[in-house]
């Protein structure tokens, strides 16, 4: 049974800096940081598959935010800077079990609530 808890939202100036965190339990292959805002389909953030490796990111974050796994932990990081109001949206944790790739398609299978990012 996989559950997924994210925290660390919250707002802040452009240009500055957030850390997300993910209680991921029981993930078993692939995780990932999605993230959304309202009218907009869900965005794939960054990917990577469980214990940290292979790490994918969208364009629009590369250079920007890093994802990480701590796997003694089961906990998911997405740390975040030079942020710019465009990153502002809800960021959802996400995991999949085996597939062929962590990033693109399909669709994960579990997700987190959500936690609000909000850059001014």
């Known amino acids: 049974h996989v559950q997924l808890v994210e925290s660390g939202g919250g707002s802040v100036q452009a240009g500055g800096s957030l850390r997300l965190s993910c209680a991921a339990r029981?993930?078993?292959?692939?995780l990932g940081w999605f993230r959304q805002v309202p009218g907009k389909e869900r965005e794939e953030v960054a990917t990577?598959?469980?214990?940290?490796?292979?790490?994918n990111y969208a364009v629009s974050v590369k250079g920007r935010f890093t994802i990480s796994h701590d796997y003694a932990k089961d906990t998911l990081y997405l740390q975040m800077n030079n942020l710019k109001p465009e990153d502002t949206a809800v960021y959802y944790c996400?995991?999949?079990?085996?597939?062929?790739?962590?990033?693109?398609?399909?669709?994960?299978?579990?997700w987190g609530q959500g936690t609000q990012v909000t850059v001014s």
């Open positions: 029981g993930a078993t292959y692939c």
């Open positions: 996400a995991a999949a079990p085996w597939r062929r790739s962590c990033s693109g398609a399909p669709p994960y299978n579990y």
């Open positions: 990577v598959y469980v214990g940290g490796h292979n790490a």
